[in-house]
């Protein structure tokens, strides 16, 4: 396992590989879990958390939120969410920049806002409201962009950092999500790499995806290819505050070993390039 001062490695938990992660539990330095399913859990799903919080480190990772929405958070929903963060007690969680809500419609998945700054203002009201519930840090997850939204008044680095500033959230990097939007909307990160607010890295999250219909989908069903690792290497030096790199994989789920070895990989590159 890490140190304390180096970069943790952990796997994003899914329950098909429970009694592998307790069997292997050495080579994990922490796991993140999705708060959702959580959030309304029975009694026996709730005893899993707890084993899992007794044994690693556990971040909550929520989906639901809708930070962007200008209608603000449902109250109902953050109050779960706040009573699954108490009971975690973790060193941060986190929800994606984006809506997942509007018109009080839920729109079944994490939709980009617009990089306008009246779209930063309803993060920064809702991260307030949040905050008012729960005082655990949040850090934010920049999405995937399918679509841009037309009107964009910055680009995306800008409006991150825009929302970043205004919040005093800490930054969970996608790192599979920057490549993606990158390659999907024909950006040179390379270009681009000084424009990212790398000093509010607190967690990195890596994962592999596929092609659909000519774009790159971040589908986490597959190892992470080389080009993740190399963008990982190359901004890993400028993330100094960073503390963890977290694997992501819900489908097609390789042999556990398969997993251990790219948590094991994002150990040796946190250590090489820190």
């Known amino acids: 396992m890490a140190k304390a001062e180096e970069l943790r490695a952990g796997l994003g938990f899914r329950p098909q590989f429970c009694a592998d992660l307790f069997a292997d539990r050495a080579a994990v330095d922490m796991i993140e879990v999705v708060a959702d399913h ?18 690693f480190p556990v971040a909550p990772h929520g989906l639901d939120l809708s930070l962007g929405s200008e209608e603000g958070v449902d109250p109902v929903y953050l109050r779960k969410m706040a009573r699954l963060v108490a009971r975690l007690d973790p060193p941060w969680w986190s929800e994606h920049l984006a809506f997942t809500r509007a018109g009080g419609v839920s729109i079944g998945h994490l939709a980009v806002l617009p990089y306008t700054q009246e779209a ?37 680095p800008a409006f991150l950092t825009r929302v970043l500033e205004m919040t005093g959230c800490g ?69 100094r505050n960073a503390r963890a790199i977290v694997l992501e994989r819900d489908e097609n789920l390789p042999p556990f070993g398969d997993l251990l070895a790219e948590v094991a990989r994002a150990r040796e590159i946190g250590r090489r390039c820190r």
């Not at 959030?39 to 899992?52: R, V, Y």
């Not at 962009?145 to 995306?156: F, R, T």
Request: glycine share 4%; proline share 7%.
């Open 171 to 239: 930054w969970l990097c996608d790192v599979t999500n920057l490549y993606t939007n990158a390659i999907n909307h024909g950006v040179d990160l390379e270009a681009q790499i000084d424009h990212w607010p790398w000093e509010r890295v607190v967690q990195f999250h890596i994962a592999g995806g596929r092609r659909s219909r000519g774009l790159l989908m971040d589908s986490h069903d597959a190892p992470a290819p080389p080009e993740i690792w190399a963008l990982l290497e190359k901004i890993l030096p400028l993330a």
């Open 120 to 156: 930063a203002e309803a993060a920064a009201r809702n991260v307030e409201t949040v905050r008012r519930a729960i005082t655990a840090p949040l850090i934010l997850e920049n999405p995937t962009a399918i679509a841009l939204v037309p009107g964009a008044e910055m680009d995306e």
């Open 38 to 55: 959580y959030l309304d859990a029975s009694p026996e799903k709730l005893a899993e958390l707890d084993l899992l919080a007794d044994h």
